[in-house]
């Protein structure tokens, strides 16, 4: 499996972007989909998290109401619209993915460090005041 993020770049104060997150190979398998990103001098972030099979997100609070996960109709890709974007956004946004059996357990894969299988490269986002 690979993924390949796209859709980073600079954005004003309170401006939006769209990230998208391309999976190739066998994609069909790994149903726990996330965003993490990392800031410079700082530790990687889970922000967001869409477990395939039925729907379920779940979101940091930090970008609560802010970002929505989707996936779309082909299941090949899977995105994250950014709302109301600040400094604080500004780092490298990165798409993931992994095997989960169920929510709960896609939930301990991303906001409990279990570990994902599969990383994008990653995508810059600037967001300038």
């Known amino acids: 499996v690979q993924l390949k993020e796209s859709g980073g770049g600079s954005v004003q104060n309170g401006g939006s972007l769209r990230l998208s997150c391309a999976g190739s190979?066998?994609?069909?398998?790994?149903?726990?989909l996330a965003w993490f990103r990392q800031a410079p001098g700082k530790e990687r972030e889970e922000i967001a998290l869409?477990?395939?099979?039925?729907?379920?997100?779940s979101y940091a609070e930090s970008v609560k109401a802010r970002f929505t996960i989707s996936q779309d109709n082909g299941e090949s890709t899977f995105d994250l619209q950014m709302n109301s974007l600040t400094p604080d956004d500004t780092a490298t946004y990165y798409c993931?993915?992994?095997?989960?059996?169920?929510?709960?357990?896609?939930?301990?894969?991303?906001?409990?460090?279990?570990?994902?299988?599969?990383w994008g490269e990653g995508t810059l986002v600037t967001v300038s005041s």
């Open positions: 993931a993915a992994g095997r989960a059996p169920g929510p709960n357990e896609c939930y301990n894969l991303v906001f409990r460090h279990y570990g994902m299988d599969y």
């Open positions: 869409l477990y395939a099979r039925d729907g379920t997100t």
């Open positions: 190979g066998n994609t069909a398998s790994n149903k726990c």
